[in-house]
């Protein structure tokens, strides 16, 4: 009884366990870090900011409804020849619609501009989240690395004890100095360190990895690649991308544009201003006089036609114009820095994607000779110092094969922020389980 009762308890933490720990995707993280990053929250308040300036910039096409009232209670009423000059008490009300606007149009340039910020907060928006996603997949990658980088120390923890033991043996047979031994057991004690490392570094990735992503308890990362659709593209093909879907672009253009919408703004400071109201007013007094005005309902036109205000409206146009020039010319700039940023991340991608069939063929080499070594030296045809340099031999080749494979990986994301489609396509099926080929 007692035994079924302690397997239930064990099937339970297990099961606890379990549920505890999340099994992450890369998409996962993205999304998580998209969804309860505070920065992230931040820069989107930036789209309702501006979405409320749209509706500000619309009320000033539309009329205005006003209602008035007026209560007025005198000290005494005034009456000269049965005439009431002043009553005992007034009550005044009234409801007027009132329009405004400039023959130059400015409301609706003003309205048109607020569009335009809208729509240019939203690619702003999205710029700063794929920047954000690139923090967050080096984070990613990072963690990764790290992880690997433990699986890399323990295999050569493990060959190094095999060699420690197999030193021993020989020691016992005379066939080897005590010399051999104790090299063996200090290399094995440099590699037992470098795993304590390994695995302090590993928690710190992770801690960091969490904060950056939002992600809350205990996980782990199913390792996924990305399919990389840039083999057959050269430079060109991913810069033209680029200029049609980077957004930063599209926020320069839209820039560009707004500073022209501008000057047509501040040059409609140049044409009169109509106002136009309907009102309703109704008049109640006590005591009453049939000559009081009780209720009228009157139009009022007006223009106003500025013509000397100290030079305010030249001012202002030259700072448009100048302002116009700067949006033009931070138009080329940003195309050209972003050219540039294509070019370097477009060569990285090419760097790690080629040298990773050398670095897999080095491994290989690697190991093999690392096995053909440790054989020859329990057959007494290899020392000591072959061993271990064999055994380094290895262990660099791993490293730099799984720096590379990782930095790959991040560089296919890096490339598709370059060409602005990374937040489309992360979570798609461009993203797939990867196998062990490492």
Request: net charge positive; aromatic share 8%.
């Amino acid at each position: 009884m007692r035994t079924k009762i302690l397997f239930v308890l064990l099937v339970f933490i297990l099961a606890k366990q379990a549920i505890a720990q999340q099994n992450l995707t890369i998409s996962d993280v993205f999304l998580l870090a998209l969804k309860k990053a505070e920065k992230v929250k931040i820069a989107e308040e930036n789209i309702t900011i501006s979405k409320e300036g749209q509706y500000k910039a619309l009320a000033g096409l539309l009329p205005n409804v006003t209602a008035y009232g007026k209560y007025t209670d005198y000290n005494k009423e005034k009456i000269v020849n049965t005439s009431i000059i002043q009553p005992d008490k007034t009550m005044l009300w009234g409801v007027s619609i009132e329009e405004k606007f400039s023959l130059g149009g400015r409301e609706l340039t003003n309205y048109a501009i607020s569009k335009d910020i809208f729509t240019k907060t939203e690619f702003d928006v999205t710029s700063f989240k794929e920047q954000y996603l690139i923090k967050v997949a080096q984070g990613l990658y990072g963690y990764l690395r790290a992880k690997r980088a433990v699986e890399i120390a323990e295999s050569n923890v493990q060959r190094l004890k095999k060699h420690r033991d197999a030193a021993k043996i020989r020691l016992k047979v005379g066939e080897v100095t005590k010399t051999d031994l104790l090299r063996a057991e200090a290399e094995l004690s440099g590699a037992e360190a470098e795993l304590i490392s390994a695995k302090n570094s590993l928690k710190v990735t992770k801690v960091i990895l969490a904060k950056d992503a939002g992600i809350e308890g205990d996980f782990e990362i199913l390792e996924t690649k990305m399919n990389d659709p840039y083999i057959t593209l050269t430079v060109d093909h991913v810069k033209a991308l680029a200029k049609e879907l980077r957004p930063e672009i599209k926020s320069a253009l839209l820039s560009k544009n707004i500073a022209k919408k501008n000057v047509n703004y501040v040059i409609g400071s140049y044409f009169p201003t109509i106002s136009l109201s309907l009102n309703y007013q109704k008049l109640d007094q006590s005591p009453s006089s049939h000559l009081t005005n009780k209720e009228s309902t009157y139009a009022v036109a007006s223009i106003n036609f500025p013509i000397f205000e100290g030079g305010l409206r030249r001012a202002e146009l030259g700072e448009a114009k100048a302002k116009l020039r700067q949006a033009e010319l931070q138009y080329e700039d940003t195309v050209k820095e972003i050219f540039v940023d294509v070019e370097s991340a477009y060569h990285n991608y090419i760097t790690f994607r080629d040298t990773i069939k050398s670095l897999e063929d080095e491994v290989a080499y690697a190991r093999e000779n690392f096995n053909s070594v440790m054989k020859q030296y329990q057959y007494g045809l290899a020392n000591s110092i072959d061993v271990t340099d064999a055994n380094t031999f290895l262990v660099t080749a791993e490293k730099k094969l799984m720096e590379a494979q990782y930095n790959y990986q991040l560089s296919i994301i890096r490339l598709r922020q370059a060409t602005g489609t990374l937040l489309k396509t992360f979570t798609s099926s461009e993203i797939t389980a990867q196998g062990e080929n490492r």
